[in-house]
């Protein structure tokens, strides 16, 4: 099935640093959406983009929807200890992404150091 | 509230036993989805339903099954037949209708083998 490929895998930053991590697709997408997955629970949607262009906020955390409708980034200010978690994209192919739903990147791994 | 319950959260299963796995939503959605998510993975599909009655095949549906026969319950048996289960089992629901695709998750349930 498609793919998303989502960087980076892992990152290890210091507590106040803004983090950035994104996906791209080989084909053009409707929906992008963002989860956060904290350990031992099941991700939690955190910014959901269906419009191209769109840039959306919820509180320190930005993401946006891709022009070409094959890329969204999700950016996180000032990064505290709780943001400590993976990271998944995910989204809906343009042509309806088939009978599964969503497609999901493989997650980045965010890692604080304090 | 609305939501999505996984029971039970942890679960241990002695080779060759079949298990079974609960996921029930109040969130009357109409489509439900299995993932299993194995250590620094991403979500691997393992079966998903958009109907009562109707359910389909994922990316990695060998040792499994599941059925619905409410729109609420969505269960997955492990069989013995899985010669790898244990990970980390995700349900998910969601409203496809809606035109704006997301899915709501449960918090999991973690099968060991013993």
């Known amino acids: 099935g498609q793919q998303l490929n989502q960087s980076p895998q892992s990152m290890f930053i210091q507590e106040g640093e803004d983090v950035s991590m994104n996906c791209t697709s080989s084909?053009?997408?409707?929906?992008w959406l963002w989860y956060k997955q904290e350990p031992g629970e099941g991700p939690v949607l955190l910014i959901a983009l269906y419009k191209a262009g769109e840039l959306t906020s919820n509180g320190r955390l930005t993401a946006q929807f891709g022009i070409t409708r094959k890329d969204s980034f999700l950016n996180i200010s000032a990064s505290i200890p709780s943001d400590v978690g993976i990271y998944f994209c995910a989204g809906q192919e343009y042509s309806g992404g088939g009978a599964d739903g969503l497609t999901f990147g493989k997650g980045t791994h965010l890692i604080i150091q304090p | 509230d609305g939501g999505i319950t996984q029971s039970p959260k942890y679960l241990f299963r002695k080779e060759g036993q079949n298990v079974t796995l609960s996921c029930e939503q109040n969130?009357?959605?109409?489509?439900m989805y299995w993932y299993r998510q194995d250590p620094g993975q991403g979500l691997r599909l393992i079966y998903y339903?958009?109907?009562?009655?109707?359910?389909q095949k994922g990316d990695i549906a060998e040792g499994y099954s599941v059925s619905r026969e409410k729109k609420e319950s969505f269960p997955l048996t492990v069989t013995s037949a899985q010669k790898n289960p244990t990970a980390f089992y995700l349900c998910a629901s969601s409203h496809p209708g809606t035109g704006e695709m997301s899915y709501t998750f449960g918090s999991g349930t973690r099968l060991t083998v013993v």
């Open positions: 084909s053009i997408f409707n929906t």
């Open positions: 969130l009357n959605h109409d489509a």
């Open positions: 339903s958009q109907i009562v009655n109707d359910f």
